[in-house]
Antibody
Framework: EVQLVESGGGLVQPGRSLRLSCAAS????????MHWVRQAPGKGLEWVSG????????GYADSVKGRFTISRDNAKNSLYLQMNSLRAEDTALFYC??????????????WGQGTLVTVSS | QSVLTQPPSVSGAPGQRVTISCTGS?????????VHWYQQLPGTAPKLLIY???NRPSGVPDRFSGSKSGTSASLAITGLQAEDEADYYC???????????FGTGTKVTVL
């Protein structure tokens, strides 16, 4: 059974940093790209960042580019998101999601339960 | 600001058919990228409902179906049930922005 378990969320002041983690199990982690998707309270889904199986291809949403860094450790079956210079508008539930490559554009076939990040003074 | 537009809400009586549109552009759906759909029940994580425009993952009832044409896609729910009350999102890839994109989301209400 595929499981994705996020951790690392919490309350943080504007301008500070936070590191999210996602522990994966139930599939061959280093075969798949992984992504972070967030959802602000009462709002829709927003793709944040993605990393290919070997970290050779990485992408970010414009809203986080230059502030967030995605990484993975295939030996530990883990995905990370280092978030710096946090802003109030980064307040959201952050989901870790496994990519299913597909024929023309990936879908996200498994999701974790999310970890809540609240940016407030 | 999402590049995929969905109606904010749709509703129907039990047993009826409802459809949700997802309108994109020539850099995402119109460029040939697949459209995927997710169902998010209240207080839970999104769940993949349709992948590759019109394919259902194992366990998804055949009441759910997807289609794509030009720069738009649609999700249809036939035989609407109370348990279908949820938020639904479409998703694709945008080549001009080089990002994955989600639709604005649609809340389905069963009357």
């Amino acid at each position: 059974e595929v499981q994705l378990v996020e951790s690392g969320g919490g309350l943080v002041q504007p301008g500070r940093s936070l590191r999210l983690s996602c522990a994966a199990s139930g599939f061959t982690f280093d075969d798949y790209a992984m992504h972070w998707v967030r959802q602000a309270p009462g709002k829709g889904l927003e793709w944040v960042s993605g990393v290919s199986w070997n970290s050779g291809n990485i992408g970010y949403a414009d809203s986080v580019k230059g502030r967030f860094t995605i990484s993975r450790d295939n030996a530990k079956n883990s995905l990370y998101l280092q978030m710096n210079s946090l802003r109030a508008e980064d307040t959201a539930l952050f989901y870790c999601a496994k990519a299913d490559p597909g024929s023309s554009g990936s879908s996200f076939d498994y999701w974790g339960q999310g970890t809540l990040v609240t940016v407030s003074s | 600001q999402s590049v995929l537009t969905q109606p904010p809400s749709v509703s129907g009586a039990p047993g009826q058919r409802v459809t949700i549109s997802c309108t994109g552009s020539s850099s995402n759906i119109g460029a040939g990228y697949d459209v995927h759909w997710y169902q998010q029940l209240p207080g839970t994580a999104p769940k993949l409902l349709i992948y590759g425009n019109n394919n259902r993952p194992s366990g998804v009832p055949d009441r759910f179906s997807g289609s794509k044409s030009g720069t738009s896609a649609s999700l249809a729910i036939t035989g609407l049930q109370a348990e279908d009350e949820a938020d639904y999102y479409c998703q694709s890839y945008d080549s001009s922005l080089s990002v994955y994109v989600f639709g604005t989301g649609t809340k389905v209400t069963v009357l």
